[in-house]
C-alpha cells in the first residue's frame, strides 16, 4: 500500500500559506507548515518530507539559507525544493538554484502550474530513489556474489577491473592491466586454454564462458570465472565486456556437497546414489565389451537388537567395523558401499558365479569376525544376496531388486547366501516402464507431447473446440498408450507434475493458435491427485497468464467419480474456477456414481456422454434412452452436450437428431499434433480469412 506524500510549505505569510495548504490538501497530500525558515528547517530535519516548497523571503533565515541548511541536513540526497519568488526577481532565481533548489515558481502563484510542477518533481524524486536503491542493492549483491568487471581492448590487449579486484582476488589492477600479465597469474594447466579462448572471442566476435585458477602467494588456488561478449556500441568492435566472479568457495563447496552427497558420512563409503551409478557404468561397459557383472548384497543380522540393547553408539561401531573388514578383505577390483542402514553391496566386475560365491564367502567370514566393545565381543553374522548381469536383471534398479530377493530368500531358508532368480517377464516389464517413466520427467518432459482431437458442433458442422491429450513417446519403447502408464504416475505420486506441464503446454498452444487466426476451446482434463492438489487454483492462474490466454477459452474437465468424492468441497472449488472465467465439464457422465441432486448443483457448463453409451447407441434401445434422458436434462439446465467415441454417421445422425451440442471421434477426426490438427481445422473451415474465422467462431467462445 503506497503511503501518502507530505509536502512541507515554508511560508511567513499567513493567508499564503493557508491557501497553498487548502489547495494542496484537497489533492491528498500530507501538508506539513512552518512560518519561517528556521522554523522550516526543524520541521524538515524532524520528519524528512517528500518535497519542500518554500518562500523566498522570510524572517529569521530566509529561503536561500534555509535550503542550504537542509541539503546538509538531508539524509538522502535530492529532496525536491521549490522556491516561491517574484515574478520579476530574476536574481533570487539564479541564487534559488546556486542554493540547491530544484525549482522555482513565481508569485502570483499559477495553482494548475504548481500542481504539474510538484507531481513533476515528486515523480522524479521516487525515480532517483528507486535507482538509488537499485544501485545499493546492486552493489551489496555483486560484494556477496564476489562479482566485478572487466573490458579487454583487443587492439592493444589492455584489460580494464573494477575498483574490487584487490579485494575479492588479491591481484592489483597494474598486475593484470595487460592480456600477458593475466596469463601469466593464471595456473600453467589453464593458460593455453585461455588464450586459446580469448584469440577465438577476438576473431570470431563470439562470447566467452571460462573458468581459470590462480594460484595464491599463501598457497591454496583461487578459481576466477570470466564472462565477456562483444561490445555491441558501432565502431566498438574490438572492445569486450563482462563480468568476472571469484567462485572459488562456490566451488569448494560443490565438491564438499558432492562428496557428502555421495557418501556415507559414517563409513565413508559409497552411498546408495554413487553405488547405482558405478552398477550403471559396469553394466554399459558389460553390454559394449559382451561380458557380465554381478553384485552382492548383505546385510547385518540383529543390527536392532544390538541398538536397543548397547545403544545407537555401539550399532555405530559395528557399522564401521564391518565396513573395514569389507573394504580391507576384498580385491581392489571390488567396489564396497553402503546403501542404507545395515545393508551394504558390493560391486563385482565379472559374472563367473562361482568367483563371487568365493569372495563372498571369504567376505562374510571376514565381517564377522568378533567385535570387541568395552571388554565384551561382539558378533555379527551378515546374511547376503548374489545377482548377475544379464542372467537375473538387465539395469541396476533390477539387480539391486534381484539382490534384495535373494538375501530376503537366504534369510528365509536360514542360509548365509543365495543366488537371484530370475523375475517374470511382467514383472521386469512394470519396472522397467516406472523407471523410464522417472527418468522421462527428470528430462524436463521431452519424451511427452500432446495431441488434440477436434470437436464439432452439429448445429453448423464448424469445429469449436480440441481436447488436449497425452501422448508418451519412448525411444527405445515407443509410444505407450496412456492407460499403461497414468495409472503407475498416479500410483508414484508423479501425476501432479505431468498435469501442470500439460495445462501450461495446451495454454501456450492455443495462443499460438489465436495468433494464427485459429480460435478453439482448450479442453483440459483434470487428474483425481491434480483435482486434490492444493496449488491447483494457483497454476490455473498462472498457465493461462503466462501464455496470454483468457480463461473463457478454458475448460476443464472432470469426472463425475472425482466431483463426487468430496461434493460439496467440488462444489466451491467449480464455483471458484468459474468466477475466474474457466468453463466446466463433467467427463464420463453417466458411468459414475453422480447424485442428480448435486449434479443440479454443480456449477458446469458442459457434460459429455462417455463412449460407452455412444458405441452401440445404434442397436441398443436402452443406451438411447439414456442418451435421450442426458440431452433433454442438459438443455433444460442451459448446459451443452458433447459425445464422444462417435465412429459412424449413423451415430452422428442419431446424436444431432436428440439435440446433442457437439460430437467427438474418430468419424470427425483422430487426436492430432498441433501442426496436423491446424491444418485440418483450415481444410475442414474451407478457405475463411483469419478475421472472417474470428468472426465466425467468437459466438461459440
Request: with cysteine.
Amino acid at each position: 500500500m503506497q503511503t501518502t506524500q507530505s509536502i512541507l510549505v515554508v511560508e511567513d505569510d499567513l493567508s499564503t500559506r493557508m491557501l497553498i495548504t487548502s489547495i494542496l490538501g484537497k489533492q491528498g497530500y500530507r501538508l506539513l507548515e512552518a512560518a519561517d525558515g528556521q522554523e522550516g528547517l526543524e520541521v524538515f530535519r524532524r520528519e524528512r518530507p517528500d518535497l519542500v516548497l518554500m518562500d523566498v523571503m522570510m524572517p529569521r533565515l530566509d529561503g536561500f539559507a534555509a535550503c542550504l541548511a537542509m541539503r546538509e541536513a538531508e539524509s538522502v540526497p535530492g529532496t525536491p525544493v521549490i522556491m516561491l519568488t517574484a515574478a520579476d526577481a530574476t536574481a533570487d532565481v539564479e541564487r534559488a538554484f546556486e542554493s540547491g533548489a530544484t525549482d522555482f515558481i513565481t508569485k502570483p502563484i499559477n495553482w494548475p502550474l504548481l500542481a504539474a510542477r510538484l507531481r513533476y518533481a515528486l515523480r522524479a524524486r521516487r525515480t532517483s530513489l528507486e535507482l538509488q536503491r537499485t544501485r545499493l542493492r546492486q552493489s551489496h549483491a555483486q560484494k556477496i556474489a564476489r562479482l566485478g568487471f572487466w573490458a579487454w581492448h583487443a587492439d592493444s590487449d589492455r584489460l580494464e577491473w573494477s575498483a574490487d579486484l584487490p579485494e575479492l582476488t588479491g591481484l592489483r589492477p597494474e598486475q593484470v592491466g595487460q592480456l600477458a600479465g593475466l596469463l601469466a597469474h593464471v595456473h600453467p594447466d589453464d593458460r593455453a586454454r585461455l588464450a586459446q579462448a580469448m584469440e577465438v572471442m577476438r576473431t570470431a566476435l563470439s562470447r566467452l564462458d571460462l573458468e581459470v585458477r590462480l594460484p595464491q602467494a599463501e598457497g591454496g588456488m583461487r578459481v576466477l570465472h570470466l564472462v565477456a561478449e562483444p561490445n555491441p556500441t558501432p565502431g566498438a568492435v574490438q572492445l569486450f565486456e563482462g563480468a568476472w566472479q571469484d567462485v572459488t568457495q562456490v566451488r569448494e563447496t560443490e565438491q564438499m556437497v558432492q562428496h557428502l552427497a555421495l557418501h556415507d558420512s559414517l563409513t565413508g563409503l559409497p552411498n546408495r546414489k554413487l553405488f547405482l551409478r558405478q552398477l550403471e557404468a559396469a553394466i554399459e561397459r558389460a553390454r559394449h565389451e559382451g561380458q557380465g557383472v554381478a553384485m552382492v548384497l548383505l546385510d547385518i543380522n540383529r543390527l536392532g537388537r544390538i541398538n536397543d540393547a548397547l545403544g545407537m553408539k555401539a550399532g555405530d561401531l559395528v557399522l564401521a567395523r564391518v565396513a573395514h573388514a569389507l573394504q580391507q578383505g576384498l580385491p581392489g577390483e571390488i567396489h564396497v558401499a553402503r546403501l542404507d542402514g545395515d545393508e551394504f553391496a558390493l560391486l563385482v566386475p565379472h559374472n563367473d558365479l562361482e568367483r563371487v560365491r568365493a569372495k563372498t564367502d571369504a567376505a562374510l567370514a571376514r565381517a564377522s569376525q568378533p567385535i570387541s566393545l568395552d571388554g565384551e565381543s561382539l558378533f555379527a553374522s551378515l546374511t547376503a544376496g548374489i545377482a548377475l548381469f544379464p542372467q537375473h536383471a538387465g539395469n541396476a534398479e533390477e539387480m539391486i531388486q534381484a539382490a534384495q530377493d535373494a538375501r530376503q530368500l537366504a534369510r528365509l531358508q536360514g542360509m548365509p547366501l543365495s543366488v537371484a532368480r530370475p523375475a517374470s517377464s511382467d514383472t521386469v516389464t512394470e519396472l522397467k516402464l516406472e523407471f523410464a517413466l522417472r527418468a522421462a520427467l527428470e528430462e524436463d518432459f521431452r519424451q511427452f507431447h500432446l495431441v488434440y482431437q477436434p470437436q464439432m458442433q452439429l448445429s453448423d458442422n464448424r469445429i469449436v473446440g480440441v481436447e488436449a491429450l497425452i501422448r508418451w513417446e519412448h525411444p527405445e519403447i515407443g509410444l505407450v498408450p496412456p492407460p499403461r502408464f497414468i495409472p503407475i504416475m498416479e500410483e508414484l505420486g508423479l501425476i501432479n507434475a505431468l498435469g501442470e506441464w500439460i495445462l501450461r503446454s495446451a495454454c501456450r498452444q492455443l495462443r499460438a493458435w489465436q495468433d494464427a487466426g485459429i480460435f478453439l476451446q482448450m479442453s483440459i482434463n483434470l487428474s483425481p491427485r491434480q483435482f486434490q492438489d492444493s496449488r491447483l487454483s494457483e497454476i490455473l492462474a498462472a498457465a493461462v497468464r503466462d501464455a496470454g490466454v483468457q480463461p473463457r477459452h478454458i475448460k476443464l474437465e472432470i469426472t463425475e467419480s472425482v466431483a463426487m468424492q468430496d461434493p460439496q468441497g467440488t462444489i466451491e472449488q467449480l464455483r471458484s474456477w468459474r468466477a475466474q472465467g474457466f468453463q466446466i465439464a463433467i467427463d464420463d457422465f453417466g458411468i459414475g456414481y453422480s447424485s442428480l441432486e448435486y449434479l443440479l448443483r454443480f456449477p458446469l457448463d458442459t457434460i459429455k456422454i462417455d463412449r460407452a453409451f455412444v458405441k452401440d447407441i445404434v442397436a441398443s434401445p436402452s443406451d438411447r434412452a439414456i442418451v435421450r434422458a442426458v440431452t433433454v436434462m442438459a438443455q433444460s439446465m442451459g448446459l451443452a452436450t458433447v459425445a464422444e467415441g462417435v465412429e459412424t454417421q449413423r451415430q452422428q445422425d442419431y446424436l444431432d437428431a436428440i439435440g446433442v451440442t457437439q460430437i467427438q471421434g474418430y468419424l470427425f477426426g483422430k487426436p492430432m499434433r498441433a501442426d496436423e490438427l491446424a491444418r485440418f481445422y483450415l481444410a475442414h473451415q474451407g478457405q475463411t480469412t483469419e478475421a472472417g474465422v474470428a468472426a465466425q467462431l467468437a459466438p461459440a467462445l
